[in-house]
């Protein structure tokens, strides 16, 4: 059984970093896409970021995170990490990160991603 599961969410000022970690269980994921999306109180669930499968290292982000935030895996820990910094108030939502559904893709859309974890809460006050 797939799972995954985030950590690393919390309440944090603008201008702060955090760093969100997802880890799978199951299988492994090395030729997968792995993404993070994220959804705010009464708006709709957004893509963030992607990474491609381990031998390409290929990386896509969302115009509104670009030069902010950076995605990384640990493919030896079936993990997948999400660095934001200069969080803004606009940045508070739940954080969800995500697996491909077939491999050596790069979806950017959450229609392309077939195992979700609970996600995280990250609050950033102004």
């Known amino acids: 059984q797939v799972q995954l599961v985030e950590s690393g969410g919390g309440l944090v000022q603008a201008g702060d970093s955090l760093r969100l970690s997802c880890a799978a269980s199951?299988?492994?994921?090395?030729?997968?896409?792995m993404g993070w999306f994220r959804q705010a109180p009464g708006k709709e669930r957004e893509f963030v970021a992607a990474?491609?499968?381990?031998?390409?290292?290929?990386?896509y982000y969302a115009d509104s995170v670009k030069g902010r935030f950076t995605i990384s895996r640990d493919n030896a820990k079936n993990t997948v990490y999400l660095r934001m910094n200069s969080l803004k108030p606009e940045d508070t939502a739940v954080y969800y990160c995500?697996?491909?559904?077939?491999?050596?893709?790069?979806?950017?859309?959450?229609?392309?991603?077939?195992?979700w974890g609970q996600g995280t809460q990250v609050t950033v006050s102004s």
């Open positions: 990474i491609s499968w381990s031998g390409a290292g290929v990386t």
């Open positions: 995500a697996i491909a559904s077939t491999p050596y893709g790069l979806p950017t859309h959450g229609g392309g991603y077939a195992y």
């Open positions: 199951g299988r492994t994921f090395s030729t997968y896409a």
